[in-house]
């Protein structure tokens, strides 16, 4: 999957550019524009993690994060524009595996919008990763992950 | 007397009492299941609880029962009352952990 810079919400397997992304959100009349980028951390307290492996549920994935970026819009209306890319596959320590873009005429609420989004990917997204260190492999259940409850759409 | 006949096929196909979904898993779900996708046939008019309770008899050694997961019907979460339609794609959803 080469990246569509056409779409706005996606699910890649390969290296994931932050200018690219930013790219997707630009436009004359927004002034602000506030990025987050999710890496590979692999250092945990005392455990070592060698590399992840993400795998999602992209035919869901790419609508759920599109739902997701329609909250924060309703929330912040003046958000003019989100794109949230996620990748998939093995990951190294330091690569990016998500960026997020929130655009706006003015910056105050891009701060805020953007929070809430990677707040509510971590609790909906079907994505998931799994840690491989000098034990093996394990799948991590996500500690806000509201996956398992009643109505995971649902926002709080 | 072709036509009648296609007609009679016709027919049985409307009092059919079964209909598939595909089951797809992922991530533990799919480890512990032992299969990523999956077609499976059931009654008219059942639902997901029971399309779940058929997969834990199946499946025992994947404990079902105790895990906690989500369940998304054509990729929209669901609760486990919703009817299945033919066609549907149900999707076993562990607690999610990606960002």
């Known amino acids: 999957m080469t990246p569509d810079n056409r779409k706005l919400f996606e699910v890649v397997t390969g290296p994931i550019s932050i200018d690219e992304v930013t790219a997707r959100v630009s436009s004359p009349d927004r002034g602000g524009i506030t990025l987050f980028a999710g890496t590979v951390r692999g250092i945990t307290g005392d455990l070592v993690t060698d590399y992840l492996e993400y795998e999602a549920y992209a035919e869901m994935a790419e609508p759920v994060l599109a739902q997701i970026a329609a909250e924060a819009q309703a929330r912040w209306p003046s958000v003019s524009a989100v794109s949230i890319v996620h990748r998939t596959g093995r990951l190294e320590v330091g690569d990016v595996s998500i960026v997020i873009a929130v655009a706006a005429a003015h910056r105050q609420d891009t701060f805020e919008a953007c929070r809430y989004i990677i707040d509510r990917v971590k609790q909906i997204a079907p994505i998931w990763k799994r840690e491989v260190g000098r034990d093996g492999g394990v799948w991590v259940e996500g500690p806000e992950s509201s996956v398992g409850d009643a109505a995971p759409m649902a926002t709080e | ?99």
Do not use: K, W
């Open chain 2, 1 to 99: 007397m072709a036509r009648r006949c296609i007609r009679y096929v016709r027919a049985q196909a409307t009092m059919t009492t079964t209909l598939t979904v595909r089951v797809r898993t992922f991530a533990v779900l799919r480890d512990a299941l032992g299969f990523g996708e999956q077609s499976l046939e059931m009654p008219v008019g059942a639902d997901v609880a029971s399309l779940l309770s058929r997969l834990a008899e199946t499946h025992p050694d994947a404990n079902l029962p105790a895990r906690r997961f989500s369940v998304a019907v054509n990729r929209i979460y669901v609760t486990r009352d919703v009817v299945l339609q033919d066609g549907d794609e149900v999707a076993l959803i562990p607690p999610v952990s990606g960002g």
